[in-house]
């Protein structure tokens, strides 16, 4: 069964400073990765995805995630964080073929963003 | 293109009762997905349907029953509420031809009493 373990309930950091949001996967094969953004009351907005070939790929809002298969991980990372960036982060992952999707969701990351 | 949309925002039921949530997806979609989010947890698969059939199922009872319709929008029911149902209840829409990137709607606030 595929899994996701995201290890940091909370994170807090200072506006400007980097960012780098953890996720490991488990999973039988490359699978589909993603993550979503949520702001409080709100669904969930895909900020990037992995499906193959590059392993560092570019999202919105500035954000990019490496894919490193060794370590099962696709940690989010961002070079200077914005308030705006306070939010949920939720990192995702999907089957490795086309067909009925079924998604699973690690517990999430609050980010919480100080001047 | 309005995306996907749900309805109600908000809803207070008592336990015991049925409740009925609705989904339309974002234009060109076909696979309609749904999910739970408890507070402070993240979304649970719950199903998919795709072709007006459910094609997919979490681990959650029959409790929960869906429906999807000729213009591929969506119904997620729940009989019988728990206290434990009380969450926020998310749609998810994507192509069934798609890598399972799927697009959220708002949710609908389910608050058991």
């Known amino acids: 069964a595929q899994s996701v373990t995201q290890p940091d309930i909370h994170i807090t950091v200072s506006e400007g400073a980097s960012l780098e949001l953890r996720c490991n996967y488990s999973y039988g094969a490359t699978p589909y990765l993603f993550w979503y953004v949520q702001s409080p009351g709100q669904g969930l907005q895909l900020l990037l995805k992995?499906?193959?070939?590059?392993?560092l790929v570019q999202g919105i809002k500035g954000f990019e995630a490496e894919f490193k298969r060794s370590q099962s991980s696709f940690n989010l990372r961002k070079p200077s964080v914005h308030w705006s960036d306070a939010a949920e982060y939720f990192c995702a992952v999907g089957p490795i073929s086309g067909g009925y999707q079924k998604v699973t969701f690690g517990t999430g990351t609050k980010l919480q963003v100080i001047p | 293109d309005a995306g996907v949309t749900q309805s109600p925002t908000h809803l207070i039921k008592t336990r015991g009762q049925q409740v009925t949530l609705r989904c339309s997806p974002k234009?060109?979609?076909?696979?309609v997905s749904w999910y739970q989010q408890a507070l402070g947890q993240g979304p649970q698969f719950i199903f998919q349907?795709?072709?007006?059939?459910?094609?997919q199922r979490g681990n959650f009872p029959d409790r929960f029953s869906g429906h999807q319709f000729p213009n591929y929008s969506s119904e997620l029911n729940v009989n019988a509420l728990l206290l434990g149902d009380s969450a926020l209840y998310l749609c998810a829409s994507s192509l069934l031809s798609g890598r399972g990137e799927q697009f959220f709607g708002p949710g609908t606030r389910l608050t058991v009493l």
């Open positions: 992995y499906f193959s070939g590059d392993t």
């Open positions: 234009s060109g979609h076909d696979t």
């Open positions: 349907y795709y072709e007006e059939e459910e094609r």
